[in-house]
């Protein structure tokens, strides 16, 4: 009767001891979780640094409203790194003191997390470069006087959001095959309305060519364009200036091409 009290206490010692050296297995594992997370934090935010990200992002909407926040994008993605991390970590904790079912990790979780990760990354890095690329489109064409050509740039941005926003759901395992269908009808849509708006553009940029190979008329040559009369300024691809009296008249090539050109020699 004795021997088998004695049994029950190392059973119920040895028990005792294996959860609480469980548990402090635990910690230690969670402790080194955050001290890499906090390692990978920086690493990534210097980085992203080193590759001028920073720089490469100023101005755009997500940055702004990042910073609205009290945070950056680059402070964002370093942060969301450092917390992947820590996340995993903390799954393995829960695992040592059996917290977690014995086969939670090989169901995949670790791998659902890594697949939010990515997918949250490939958003942000497509908002990012959505809005680049309306900033960088709007700088290129702020000179073209042509209305339609305004959609051109948001179009675009709205385009490279969507492509994202497929990826990203792909990544996390939701079926795109009609959403595919959508963007490449709105991809025909984004090509039909951009030939519309840029029509003159073209036409224009196709005039401006044959005026710079042929030559007609050269900076510094008084011209009459139009009904308007100056001396030549400047002659691109789409716009010939000419400047009169002070008055500076920018003329697209295309009316120079369509309306022909007078060349006063005196």
Not at 162 to 182: K, N
Not at 184 to 205: M, N, Q, R
Request: proline content about 3%; glycine content about 8%.
């Amino acid at each position: 009767m004795l021997l088998a009290q004695v049994d029950a206490f190392v059973s119920t010692l040895e028990r005792l001891l294996t959860d609480q050296l469980r548990l402090f297995g635990s910690i230690l594992v969670f402790v080194f979780a955050v001290l890499v997370g906090l390692l990978v934090r920086r690493y990534v935010h210097r980085l992203l640094d080193g590759f001028d990200v920073p720089e490469a992002v100023e101005g755009t909407p997500f940055e702004r409203t990042a910073q609205r926040l009290g945070t950056s994008t680059v402070g964002l993605l370093s942060n969301l790194s450092g917390l992947f991390v820590v996340a995993v970590g903390g799954i393995i904790a829960l695992r040592l003191t059996q917290a977690l079912p014995a086969g939670l990790l090989s169901q995949g979780l670790t791998d659902f997390l890594k697949e939010v990760f990515v997918a949250v990354i490939v958003l942000i890095v497509g908002i990012i470069t959505g809005d680049k690329a309306d900033l960088y489109i709007r700088e290129q064409l702020k000179s073209v006087k042509v209305p339609e050509i305004s959609l051109f740039p948001r179009l675009v941005k709205y385009f490279i959001f969507y492509v994202a926003a497929v990826i990203a759901l792909d990544q996390l395992g939701v079926a795109v095959t009609a959403l595919l269908v959508l963007l490449a009808a709105y991809a025909f849509g984004l090509l039909f309305v951009g030939a519309i708006a840029t029509k003159d553009l073209l036409v224009s940029a196709a005039a401006g060519i044959y005026l710079l190979l042929s030559e007609p008329y050269a900076i510094g040559d008084e011209v009459e364009i139009d009904d308007r009369r100056g001396i030549v300024q400047e002659v691109d691809t789409f716009v010939t200036r000419i400047e009169s009296d002070g008055e500076e008249y920018v003329i697209p090539n295309r009316r120079v091409f369509k309306q022909g050109v007078v060349v006063v020699r005196e």
